[in-house]
C-alpha cells in the first residue's frame, strides 16, 4: 500500500524556518521524482520544488529560490523542504508528490506564517 506522510508544519513567525518531511513507503522511493507542491485557500495548487531521482536536479519555483532547499535521502526513503525567511504568503497546505510511471500524493501538513 503507497503512502506519503508529510510532517513538520505549524505555525511560525515572519523570517522563521521550517522543515517539512515526506516519508514514502510502498514502491521504489528511489526511482521516483519528488516534488513538493502547496495550495493556499482559494487558491489553485502550485508547485514549489522538485528533485530528480537520478541526478538530484532540482527546481524552484521563482516565489521560494533562495528561501527554500529540496533534498531526498534515499535510504530513509524521504524528502525534505527545508524552509527559510519564510513569508505570510507562503502560508498554505503543502504537499509531496512522487511520479514516475504512477502518481502518488500525500495528505498535507499545514504551514502557517504569521506575527
Known amino acids: 500500500q503507497v503512502q506519503l506522510v508529510e510532517s513538520g508544519g505549524g505555525l511560525v513567525q515572519p523570517g522563521g524556518s521550517l522543515r517539512l518531511s515526506c516519508l514514502a513507503s510502498g514502491f521504489t522511493f528511489s526511482i521516483f521524482h519528488m516534488s513538493w507542491y502547496r495550495q493556499a485557500p482559494g487558491k489553485e495548487r502550485e508547485l514549489v520544488a522538485t528533485i530528480i531521482s537520478s541526478d538530484r536536479i532540482t527546481h524552484y519555483a521563482d516565489s521560494v529560490k533562495g528561501r527554500f532547499t529540496i533534498s531526498r535521502d534515499n535510504a530513509k526513503n524521504t524528502v525534505y523542504l527545508q524552509m527559510n525567511a519564510l513569508k505570510p504568503e507562503d502560508t498554505a497546505v503543502y504537499y509531496c508528490?512522487?511520479?514516475?510511471?504512477?502518481?502518488?500524493w500525500g495528505q498535507g501538513t499545514q504551514v502557517t506564517v504569521s506575527s
Open positions: 508528490k512522487a511520479y514516475l510511471t504512477s502518481v502518488y
